[in-house]
């Protein structure tokens, strides 16, 4: 299973910011639990979000209103709405996609998130 984040940048405080995550691969399965995470610098990394392929959603408390998970009706594409961000949203976030029938967690190469105050 490959996967492939885009969207990060920089953007002041307020504004929006839209991720994607593109899964690829044969062992790729729809039925897979995808989600966000993020570390920023000097800190673990921490989850933003998850939804399962039949769209149970789990947000981290400190997104809550302000951050929109989901998936293409392919399920193969996992996104993330930010809006209302703030300096503390700065972070590398990663896409994760939680292979149950191995047992393995697999994660994207990350996109940088960086907000301005």
């Known amino acids: 299973v490959q996967l492939q984040a885009s969207g990060g940048g920089l953007v002041q405080a307020g504004e929006s910011l839209r991720l994607s995550c593109a899964a690829s691969?044969?062992?790729?399965?729809?039925?897979?639990?995808m989600g966000w995470y993020r570390q920023a610098p000097g800190k673990q990394r921490e989850l933003v979000a998850t939804i399962t392929s039949c769209g149970i959603i789990n947000y981290a408390d400190f997104v809550k209103g302000r951050f929109t998970v989901s998936r293409d009706r392919s399920k193969k594409t996992l996104f993330l709405q930010m809006n209302s961000l703030k300096a503390e949203d700065t972070a590398v976030y990663f896409c994760n996609c939680y292979a149950y029938w191995a047992g393995t967690n697999y994660w994207g190469q990350g996109t940088l998130v960086t907000v301005s105050s």
């Open positions: 691969g044969s062992g790729f399965r729809s039925s897979a639990t």
